[in-house]
């Protein structure tokens, strides 16, 4: 069983300061994703990775896959309070056939004005 | 573009009772999942499809049941509702095509059991 450990579980910062969530795992994946998701609704993504070492850039947010692709990582420059939401990295297995998608716990972030 | 829609939105049960929930989508997406989700759990995947008429359980597929007679719809069933499955179901497709496309998800059907 695949395993995606994401830390913090919980942030709240004020607004403008800058922040890192962590998204870590055992295992290998084919890719990673993040997702948002806002309260009463579903999750949206956000980006995917699937190249070791790649960096993405959305706006004021930064993704990184690790290099060996069992970790990432998604930073937030000058936080806004829109920001504020639940953060999810879910690994994908493209091999299995299936898609499925093995998601870490959450990350709710919590943006001060 | 209504996406993935989940009907009902919010529902309460007695433990025993039975219901199904109801997931439709109109983009011609072969894969579709349902999930549940709890405070500090995640998403948890309970069952999931490849397609029209084939089913497979995901990581905690006890208590529920699923069908897919149509490739736009997939049902959730709860035979015998009990209290353990008070939890928010979310229900996702994704289409055939080969790499690491997303999920779409709907936006959750919360159900209480009593």
């Known amino acids: 069983t695949q395993l995606l450990e994401q830390s913090p579980q919980f942030l709240s910062i004020q607004e403008g300061e800058n922040l890192t969530v962590y998204c870590n795992s055992s295992?290998?994946?084919?890719?990673l994703q993040w997702y948002r998701q806002e309260p009463g609704e579903g999750p949206v993504l956000l980006v995917t990775?699937?190249?070791?070492?790649e960096v993405k850039k959305l706006k004021r947010l930064t993704f990184q896959f690790g290099d060996a692709r069992k970790d990432s990582s998604l930073h937030i420059t000058a936080a806004q309070p829109g920001d504020t939401g639940l953060y999810l990295c879910?690994?994908?297995?493209?091999?299995?056939?299936?898609?499925?998608?093995?998601f870490g716990k959450g990350t709710k972030l919590s943006v001060i004005p | 573009n209504a996406g993935v829609t989940q009907t009902p939105k919010f529902r309460v049960l007695k433990t025993g009772q039975s219901m199904t929930l109801l997931c439709a989508q109109d983009?011609?997406?072969?894969?579709m999942y349902w999930y549940r989700q709890d405070p500090g759990m995640g998403l948890r995947l309970i069952h999931y499809?490849?397609?029209?008429?084939?089913?497979a359980k995901g990581e905690v597929p006890d208590g529920y049941n699923v069908s897919r007679l149509k490739k736009q719809n997939f049902l959730l069933g709860l035979e015998s509702a009990a209290p353990s499955q008070t939890s928010v179901y979310f229900c996702?497709?994704?289409?055939?095509?080969?790499?690491?496309?997303?999920?779409?998800f709907g936006d959750g059907t919360r159900l209480s059991i009593l």
């Open positions: 499809s490849v397609g029209e008429g084939t089913t």
């Open positions: 990775v699937v190249t070791g070492g």
């Open positions: 879910a690994g994908g297995d493209s091999g299995a056939g299936s898609y499925q998608l093995t």
């Open positions: 295992s290998v994946f084919s890719s």
């Open positions: 996702a497709s994704r289409p055939h095509r080969a790499g690491d496309q997303p999920q779409h």
């Open positions: 983009m011609n997406h072969e894969y």
